[in-house]
C-alpha cells in the first residue's frame, strides 16, 4: 500500500503530476480535494452560526482556563504555514484562523456523517471529518505537544463520544445512507463498497450479495451510519481458512498488510523516524508484556470501505481484554507539516497522509483494544490482538470475555466511527511464516489464510 494514499477519488481533470487515489483510503491525497472539501464546510459554517454543543462549549473552558492548553492551542495555528497548500489562497490567509473557528467547525462535523462529495465534479469521500480539520495544526511542534496532553485527550474523547451518540441515530442514516450525489447508496458510493469487499476474493458480487441488508427497507435495513459502519458479510462470504488446522492462522481483519517485524525490542525509541515496535508500551505495561520481547508483529490497515469487525485469529481461551485509553490525533514530529522530504516535485507539501504513515508510532500512544489469546496449538501459546484506534475511532469494541474460548474465525470486536489497524503479537521462539507482503493492492480477507506456525515437528 502506498503510505502516500488515503483516499479513492475520480478526477480525472487533475493534471498528472497529482497521485492517483485507491479505493477506500481516509483522506484525499491531493491536498486541492482536501481543502474544496474544507472550502465548504467553512462556508457554510460561516453562513450559519450556531451556539456551541454542550461539549464544545467544555473544550472552550478548558482551553481559555489551562494556561497550558490555551498557549499550545494558539501556537499550533501560528505555526501552520502561510503559504500554499496550507493557506486557502495565494494571499496566506489561514482556512482555520484559530481555536474557536475550529470549535465551530466541530459544532458542525458532530451532528454530520461522513459523506461522499461530488464538489467540483471529483468524487470521493472524507471519512474522517475532525481528522481533515485538524490535519495541519496537528503536524507542528505545538500540536505535537497538545495531542499528547491528557486532559485534552480526555477532552477529545468526549467530544468524539458526543459524534459517536449522533452516529448512532436514526437521524444519522437519513443524512448519510441514501442514493443523493452525497450519499453511501450513490452509484459511486456502492461500486466502491462492493469492489473494495469483491477484491479481497476476487469475486463480482453485489452489495446486497455481500452484507447483511434489506434494499427494500429504509437505508438497506442499517438504523444508523455506525450500524451501516459494523455491518456484517451474509454468511459464507468469508469461509475460516482450514477451520480443523491449528496450525494456519485466520486473518482478524479485512485489511492491507501494513508491516512485519521480527525480533522486536522490549522498549524502543517508537517516536523516531523508524518507528521500532515497542512491546512494552504497545501492550501498556502489562506483565505478559516481557513474553513478547524477540517477537513477531503483524500489522495491517483497514480502509474506509473495509469490513471493521475482529475475528480470532486462533482457536483459545481469552486470557485477558480491555481498552487502552490513549490519544487521537498524535502524530509524530517527523509526520508534520515542516518536514521538508513531505514535498512534491511541484513543491506542494506531500498531503494528509500523516496517520497512515505514523501506524507504528500509534500503536504505543493511540487509544486501543488489547486482547490475549491463549492458543490452543501449544507452538503459538499465548498471542496477542491489538485494535487500534486511527483519528476519529473514539470506541474500540471487545465482544468477549476473559475466561471465554474462541474458535479460529469467531468475531472478538469491532472498531467504530473511523479509520483503524491492528497488529498480531507473538511470543520469541513462536516459528510464523507465510505472512502477505506488505504494500499489497487488496486486502487480505478477514479470517482467510494469513500465515502458517511452524510446529518442530
Known amino acids: 500500500m502506498d503510505k502516500h494514499t488515503k483516499i479513492h477519488a475520480r478526477h ?6 497529482h497521485r492517483v487515489h485507491r479505493t477506500g483510503d481516509w483522506l484525499p491525497g491531493d491536498h486541492r480535494i482536501h481543502k474544496e472539501w474544507l472550502s465548504g464546510v467553512i462556508e457554510h459554517v460561516d453562513k450559519n452560526p450556531k451556539d456551541l454543543h454542550p461539549v464544545l462549549q467544555e473544550f ?18 501560528e505555526q501552520v504555514p502561510t503559504k500554499p497548500p496550507y493557506s486557502s489562497d495565494p494571499t496566506g490567509h489561514r482556512q482555520i484562523r484559530d481555536y474557536e473557528h475550529m470549535l465551530q467547525l466541530f459544532n458542525h462535523l458532530i451532528t454530520t456523517p461522513p459523506q461522499w462529495s461530488d464538489r467540483s465534479h ?5 471519512g474522517v471529518p475532525i481528522n481533515a480539520v485538524l490535519d495541519w495544526p496537528m503536524g507542528t511542534p505545538s500540536g505535537f505537544a497538545l495531542f499528547l496532553d491528557p486532559g485534552v485527550n480526555r477532552m477529545l474523547k468526549k467530544v468524539l463520544d458526543a459524534w459517536g451518540e449522533y452516529l448512532r441515530s436514526g437521524e444519522s442514516a437519513k443524512q448519510a445512507l441514501n442514493d443523493g450525489p452525497n450519499g453511501w ?74 508491516n512485519v517485524a521480527r525480533n522486536v525490542a522490549l522498549r524502543d525509541a517508537f517516536w523516531i523516524k523508524g518507528q521500532p515496535y515497542s512491546v512494552l508500551d504497545m501492550l501498556a505495561y502489562d506483565e505478559r508484556a516481557p513474553l513478547f520481547a ?47 522530504a513531505k514535498r512534491d516535485t511541484d513543491g506542494d507539501a506531500i498531503n494528509m497522509q500523516n496517520e497512515n504513515a505514523s501506524q507504528v508510532y500509534l500503536t504505543a500512544v493511540a487509544t486501543r483494544a488489547i486482547i490475549f489469546i491463549e492458543a490452543d496449538n501449544p507452538a503459538i501459546g499465548l498471542m496477542a490482538f491489538l485494535g487500534v484506534g486511527m483519528t476519529e475511532v473514539s470506541t474500540c469494541e471487545i ?57 518442530g515437528v
Not at 480525472?12 to 503530476?17: A, G, L
Not at 517527523?334 to 521538508?340: A, H, I, K
Request: net charge negative.
Open 60 to 77: 472552550k473552558t478548558l482551553i481559555e482556563t489551562d494556561t497550558r492548553v490555551y498557549m499550545l492551542m494558539q501556537s499550533m495555528f
Open 122 to 126: 471529483r468524487v470521493g469521500m472524507v
Open 12 to 17: 480525472d481533470d487533475v493534471p498528472k503530476e
Open 294 to 340: 524477540g517477537g513477531t508483529v503483524y500489522q495491517a490497515f483497514l480502509s474506509a470501505l473495509s469490513y471493521h469487525r475482529w475475528h480470532a485469529p486462533v482457536s483459545g481461551r481469552i486470557v485477558r481484554a480491555y481498552v487502552k485509553e490513549g490519544t487521537y490525533y498524535s502524530e509524530p514530529l517527523f509526520e508534520g507539516v515542516g518536514d521538508p
Open 185 to 258: 447508496f450513490s452509484a459511486d458510493g456502492t461500486a466502491d463498497l462492493t469492489t473494495v469487499a469483491n477484491g479481497a476474493v476476487g469475486t463480482s458480487h453485489t452489495f446486497e450479495d455481500i452484507f447483511e441488508c434489506d434494499p427494500s427497507r429504509p437505508y438497506h435495513g442499517f438504523a444508523s451510519w455506525d450500524a451501516f459502519f459494523t455491518r456484517k458479510f451474509r454468511e459464507n462470504v468469508r469461509p475460516v481458512a482450514a477451520p480443523n488446522d491449528d496450525n494456519v492462522i485466520a486473518n482478524a481483519c479485512e485489511s492491507k498488510a501494513y
Open 399 to 455: 465482544t468477549v470475555r476473559e475466561g471465554d474460548h474462541v474458535k479460529k474465525g469467531d468475531e472478538i470486536g469491532m472498531f467504530h466511527f473511523g479509520g483503524s489497524t491492528h497488529c498480531l503479537m507473538f511470543r520469541k521462539g513462536v516459528d510464523v511464516q507465510g505472512f502477505p507482503d506488505p504494500g499489497g493492492a487488496e486486502n487480505v480477507p478477514v479470517r482467510g489464510k494469513l500465515a502458517v506456525v511452524k510446529s
